[in-house]
């Protein structure tokens, strides 16, 4: 089904072209119109589906800009996912002027404060952070129309039960309660009789993903070296590494930039700047290789993720789910390579036991051999063992390695083109954020930002988007191809100098 189908308001439907969709995906199918008119949904979907914006885009349609306070809340187990959702509504809402705001532990309470005293219309945010603007008093739930339970099961699988129902229990009587989650575990079911109103499950069956599984036995003296002759063999455009620890993923990180090969890290253990600065860096290409603990395995959505490593397998069995998922994802094949070694028997054993099959270990040597079931690939039944009559073995030798080489070469020009097709269909409408030198302190607010750019030549009040006017500096999205003129021609608000610069040019 296309979204053309369906009736949104011009401004969606613009920041849906923009961004490049045109089909919706079968959880979108099943969702949008539900939540356009309202009703409480239950969806049961994988990670990768769509779902983020299955819920942002009938939100934000039925969404009026003139609020006082927020008119949605969204929590989510993770402060980097958190942070991705606010940027996709933040994506989807921007022709329409609605304001997203992330908010997470470990970030500036009173900047939070601030920033919810302007007009804001999403909240987007983790559990323990919410709730304690709302005892505060500085989050208000008083209008809110829509409440989202993103990833359920791991809010559930991280302890938030208590803080998921401390905020229902301070929401208005009438909203639309939305919840997303993989799995569905029996506190969840709670949830849903207790504070949903008559709501709507949906549960998507996606095709099985096509995830060629690699394993090879090996000591965990040798997984480096193993390491480097996968990465040389496949010679992937982007790969997610995954160690248990924090301090395994340090030493791997360490030690593959002596070898220079130019890794990216991420886990707990490091401050969210530089935590969301690895995830922009490595969706952006600018490294092959991340090495993350479990952190990275829920939630993030990295486009054409090529390989997973496993070289630790994980403790929690569901991790490994979890983890090679984030490759093989809206209809690409990819790889996943794990390294086991005899320390890691009951990992393994318990793996097994999940899956309802026995790993098949690849020989070491200078073979890449990919585990394929034919038969497996056409079914979604993925309990059953592969066989070994319809394995193809991929043979690299001096040759192979030259013509993947090129392949490889073909595929990052085709990348790079395709990229700069789709620039060229996101900078139709693109925006510019600009910054002036005034805030609060100067008591600007919103009305003599809008008056002021209003009386530029060539700039009317539709061009002006989004404004976050901050203590002693003011942001504003100016649209329609008009940030040039703003930017040479704006020189006083409200009487004050004003000095403008450009922060970043934002593709619609």
Not at 155 to 183: H, N, Q, V, Y
Request: proline share 2%.
């Amino acid at each position: 089904m296309k979204f053309s189908s369906i009736r949104l308001s011009k401004e969606v439907m613009k920041a849906i072209d923009s961004l490049g969709f045109s089909e919706m995906t079968k959880v979108q199918e099943e969702v949008i119109l539900k939540v356009l008119e309202y009703k409480d949904v239950v969806v049961k979907a994988k990670t990768g589906s769509g779902k983020t914006a299955a819920f942002a885009i009938p939100i934000v349609d039925n969404m009026t800009v003139e609020v006082k306070n927020p008119k949605a809340l969204v929590l989510t187990p993770t402060r980097e996912l958190a942070v991705q959702v606010c940027e996709e509504i933040g994506k989807i809402g921007r022709h329409k002027r609605i304001r997203s705001l992330v908010v997470y532990g470990k970030q500036s309470i009173s900047m939070q404060i601030n920033q919810l005293k302007q007009r804001v219309h999403v909240v987007v945010g983790t559990p323990g952070r919410v709730n304690d603007l709302i005892r505060r008093g500085e989050l208000v739930l008083s209008d809110i129309d829509y409440f989202v339970l993103d990833e359920a099961d791991e809010l559930l699988r991280r302890g938030f039960l208590d803080d998921i129902l401390e905020t229902l229990s301070a929401m208005p009587s009438k909203i639309t309660t939305l919840l997303f989650s993989a799995t569905m575990p029996k506190e969840i079911q709670k949830i849903c009789d207790e504070y949903m109103n008559n709501p709507k499950w949906v549960e998507i069956e996606e095709e099985a993903p096509v995830i060629h599984e690699v394993n090879y036995q090996v000591d965990d003296n040798w997984k480096f070296h193993r390491l480097q002759q996968v990465l040389d063999e496949i010679n992937p455009y982007s790969c997610l590494i995954f160690c248990n620890t924090q301090k395994k993923v340090d030493e791997l990180y360490s030690r593959m930039k002596m070898a220079k090969l130019k890794p990216l890290k991420l886990h707990g253990g490091m401050n969210q700047r530089d935590r969301l600065r690895a995830i922009s860096s490595f969706k952006k290409g600018d490294a092959m290789c991340l090495v993350a603990t479990d952190l990275a395995a829920r939630g993030i959505h990295i486009d054409s993720l090529e390989l997973v490593i496993n070289y630790e397998l994980p403790q929690i069995p569901e991790n490994y789910i979890h983890r090679i998922g984030r490759t093989g994802r809206v209809n690409e094949e990819g790889i996943a390579v794990s390294f086991v070694s005899s320390t890691e028997n009951k990992a393994k054993t318990d793996i097994e036991k999940l899956l309802g099959k026995s790993f098949i270990f690849n020989e070491i040597d200078n073979t890449l051999s990919v585990e394929i079931d034919n038969t497996q690939n056409m079914e979604t039944d993925n309990s059953q063992n592969m066989e070994t009559d319809n394995t193809q073995n991929v043979e690299i030798d001096n040759n192979t390695n030259r013509e993947t080489d090129k392949k490889n070469s073909i595929k990052r020009k085709n990348k790079s083109e395709n990229t700069n097709k789709k620039s060229k269909i996101l900078t139709k409408n693109d925006i510019m954020r600009i910054r002036i030198n005034i805030g609060k302190k100067k008591k600007i607010r919103a009305i003599d930002v809008v008056g002021a750019i209003s009386n530029v030549d060539g700039i009317s009040s539709e061009d002006i988007g989004i404004i976050e006017i901050c203590d002693t500096c003011t942001y504003i999205d100016i649209m329609n191809y008009k940030g040039n003129i703003v930017l040479n021609k704006l020189t006083k608000v409200k009487g004050k100098n004003a000095r403008v610069v450009l922060i970043r040019k934002q593709k619609s």
